[in-house]
């Protein structure tokens, strides 16, 4: 089992960068895949980067390269460094967690995952 929490959100101007990050608990963090999708309200969750065991990474098509995710398999944690934000990526931003037999494989589902952290908060002020 593995709990996970979010940290690093916030309110930022148009065209600003956040840095998200999520603490993982556990020794076995390198044995899963992560996830990190976002929630606006009224509207669906999706995805916005899907990392395997070994760091590959996936993004959601409208990232467009401003995002880039990353993990940390000493210090059990992940992170999602965001750059030229607009207004519409203000969601709630979590992190999701699934275990992974193949290091390659990273998955773009959120509902594929196990478990989930409590989200953050960011805002993107225009």
């Known amino acids: ?22 603490a993982a608990s556990g020794r076995t963090f390198s044995g899963y895949a992560m996830g990190w999708f976002r929630q606006a309200p009224g509207k669906e969750r999706e995805l916005v980067a899907a ?10 098509d409208f990232v467009k390269g401003r995002f880039t995710a ?7 944690m992940v992170y999602l460094q965001m ?9 709630v931003y979590s992190c999701a967690a699934k275990w992974a037999i193949y ?17 953050t908060q960011v805002t993107v002020s225009s």
């Open 1 to 22: 089992q593995v709990q996970l929490v979010e940290s690093g959100g916030g309110l930022v101007q148009a065209g600003g960068s956040l840095r998200l990050s999520c």
């Open 51 to 60: 990392i395997s065991r070994f760091g590959g990474t996936h993004y959601g």
């Open 70 to 76: 990353s993990r940390d398999n000493v210090r059990n």
């Open 83 to 91: 750059n030229s934000l607009n207004p519409e990526d203000t969601a």
């Open 103 to 119: 290091s390659g494989t990273y998955y773009p589902a959120y509902d594929e995952y196990d478990y989930w952290g409590q989200g």
